[in-house]
């Protein structure tokens, strides 16, 4: 089969080579990979690390081979149509005709749902968005929402017209979590259609300035109190302004794991929680990390993505989940070098680049 490994440096390459198709372990599925999407963190991380790699983690395609495990619990057959996250910088990653995932983190899709969409763009950024509300703040889940006569829960979602700002809108919504302050820029066309009017959802402005955003907020919470955010850009001290618009007792979320997050004009009553997407299957974060959670709460993270996938799964089939607008990058495995420097460039424009292996030359 033809896998993809992509090198960091001098600029974003790639090399596409021959290499036998995986073999499950007892709990994996292969997938044969129709579409792979990409995320920040495909060049992110290997240019962090200096190395080269099949760094795709967004599968979409058709099971090909199973576990033992997986076999015996009957829950997927040869030919289901998939998405799934693959374990990050581990081998049989998604920029390839063959790719691998546990069971855990892969979930059935429905017919007629397109591959690009609901399925290339939803694995790994919904589990981002999932973990930091529901493990890291303890925000109740969709699957055990707010009722409807419970009284307003103010979440910021900064950074909202992101595909992280949009999948946190769609999960507060499952969830019965309004208001919704969603504050963003440009290309807010599709995260603004997510939101509902009728519970106090807002859009606000940032580049009017960081004062007239504080303004804009306040005005929105009114006599709410705004107890939980995230701040999907983490980046040039965004989570600063985003901690002095909660009360005390404040929990910011944040995405980037090589900041400590201590800077001083963090009021002192509010938590700055770091997501660290990869203990969906380790169950932990990595030692280098300077911002650690507690490792017992931590631990919970791959049963709960057992939970979340077959959930997310069951509301594709219902219709009360998507997946997120889209481009899609020419030449299959040779087009992921062109979209992960559209990525570096900061020029996805608020849409998920994902690549159709099959076109590949």
Not at 86 to 107: I, K, N, W
Not at 248 to 269: A, C, K, L, R, W
Not at 322 to 351: C, F, M, S, W
């Amino acid at each position: 089969m033809k896998e993809a490994i992509v090198h960091p440096f001098p600029s974003i390459t790639t090399e596409i080579h021959d290499i036998p198709i995986p073999t499950p372990g007892p709990d994996q599925v292969i997938i044969k990979v129709e579409v792979a999407g990409s995320n920040v963190k495909d060049w992110l991380h290997i240019t962090a690390r200096s190395i080269s790699v099949n760094s795709g983690d967004d599968i979409a395609g058709t099971v090909y081979q199973l576990g033992l495990n997986v076999l015996a619990s009957g829950e997927f057959h040869i030919g289901d149509r998939v998405a799934a996250f693959h374990p990050m910088l581990s081998p049989g990653g998604a920029y390839a005709e063959y790719a691998v995932a546990p069971q855990s983190t892969v979930l059935k899709l429905p017919t007629g749902i397109s591959f690009e969409v609901e399925a290339a763009t939803i694995p790994l950024v919904s589990t981002t968005a999932a973990l930091s509300m529901y493990i890291s703040q303890s925000l109740p889940p969709p699957w055990s929402p707010r009722p409807a006569s419970s009284r307003p829960l103010p979440f910021i979602v900064y950074g909202a017209s992101s595909a992280l700002g949009a999948f946190s809108i769609k999960f507060a919504k499952a969830s019965n979590i309004h208001p919704i302050i969603a504050i963003g820029g440009g290309s807010k066309e599709y995260a603004s259609s997510l939101l509902d009017v009728s519970k106090g959802d807002t859009w606000v402005d940032y580049r009017q300035g960081t004062e007239s955003m504080k303004k804009q907020v306040k005005e929105a919470l009114g006599e709410n109190a705004a107890l939980h955010a995230v701040d999907c850009i983490s980046d040039k001290g965004t989570w600063v302004p985003i901690s002095q618009m909660l009360a005390q007792g404040g929990q910011v979320s944040v995405f980037t794991g090589s900041n400590s997050y201590d800077e001083d004009e963090i009021p002192s009553g509010v938590a700055i929680k770091y997501t660290y997407v990869g203990s969906a299957h380790s169950g932990a974060y990595l030692p280098t990390m300077p911002k650690q959670p507690n490792p017992e709460i931590v631990a919970t993270a791959p049963e709960f993505a057992y939970v979340l996938f077959r959930y997310m799964g069951r509301m594709l089939f219902k219709g009360t989940f998507e997946g997120h607008p889209y481009d899609v990058i020419p030449g299959g495995l040779n087009g992921v070098a062109t979209g992960l420097q559209r990525l570096k460039n900061g020029e996805a424009r608020g849409k998920k680049l994902v690549y159709r292996i099959s076109t590949t030359e």
